[in-house]
């Protein structure tokens, strides 16, 4: 039996301002760092260790990433970076507040947007410039669906997190509501259409248990309820 981590970022400021955020990179708020730091601790009490870590390009899961891992004395694991666990892109919805924009387009097409499965927010007029993605030849999505998100986060599950975790080794991952929510869906098999009651809330591990072909035999919301399949 192997364990996968999946851990969405401590708050942000966007969290705390709510607006959506996409791949702007936000810092984490004072909770945010707390927040990051009792996931470390809870892990600890419990003696988890990984061989790895897998986080996004953003801050907010970079440093959560680093304050889990200093509480569990392993500041010295890998750290492998990638924008393929970026959250979401919400295009033109990017720093807007949510609750303004519920308020101009309804519930429903708001519900869409932001818990849907193929809908896809409204476009930026031209692509954001940004060294990281430049660097990588990486053009940065004008918006992206859940589905999208999901596509262009299967290779990198499929080439560089399922192998580790086949070899037997524990892995992390931190990133965000969004992402998460994407490979979820994948590994649980979640119904297009249901996918949008999945909920990852800030801080919250979720902690599956896999067996020797990735099949979950157990899954753990930390401090939530404890399942077996």
Do not use: C
């Not at 818990?115 to 053009?139: I, M, S, T």
């Not at 896999?210 to 099949?215: E, I, R, S």
Request: hydrophobic share 40%; charged share 25%; net charge neutral.
């Amino acid at each position: 039996m192997v364990r996968l981590v999946l851990v969405r970022h401590g708050q942000s400021q966007a969290n705390l301002d709510n607006i959506f955020t996409g791949w702007t990179d936000v810092p984490l708020t004072p909770l945010g760092y707390q927040q990051g730091i009792q996931v470390g601790q809870k892990f600890a009490q419990r003696q988890f260790s990984f061989t790895d870590v897998h986080t996004s390009y953003m801050q907010r899961a970079i440093i959560t990433a680093n304050l889990i891992l200093e509480q569990l004395d392993l500041l010295d694991l890998p750290i492998h970076k990638t924008w393929r666990l970026n959250e979401r892109h919400y295009g033109a919805l990017s720093g807007q507040n949510k609750l303004a924009v519920k308020a101009k387009v309804g519930t429903a097409q708001f519900k869409a947007w932001r818990r849907g499965y193929r809908a896809l927010p409204p476009r930026l007029d031209q692509p954001h410039h940004d060294r990281r993605y430049d660097r990588l030849g990486v053009q940065e999505p004008l918006s992206e669906s859940l589905q999208m998100t999901l596509e262009r986060l299967l290779p990198y599950w499929e080439n560089q997190i399922a192998p580790r975790l086949l070899d037997q080794r524990d892995q992390l991952i931190v990133a965000h509501g969004s992402s998460l929510r994407a490979l979820i869906k994948y590994l649980e098999g979640i119904p297009d259409d249901q996918i949008d009651q999945v909920e990852v809330p800030n801080g919250r591990p979720i902690i599956y248990e896999l067996n020797d072909h990735l099949v979950i035999q157990a899954k753990e919301i930390m401090d939530g309820e404890e399942y077996a399949n």
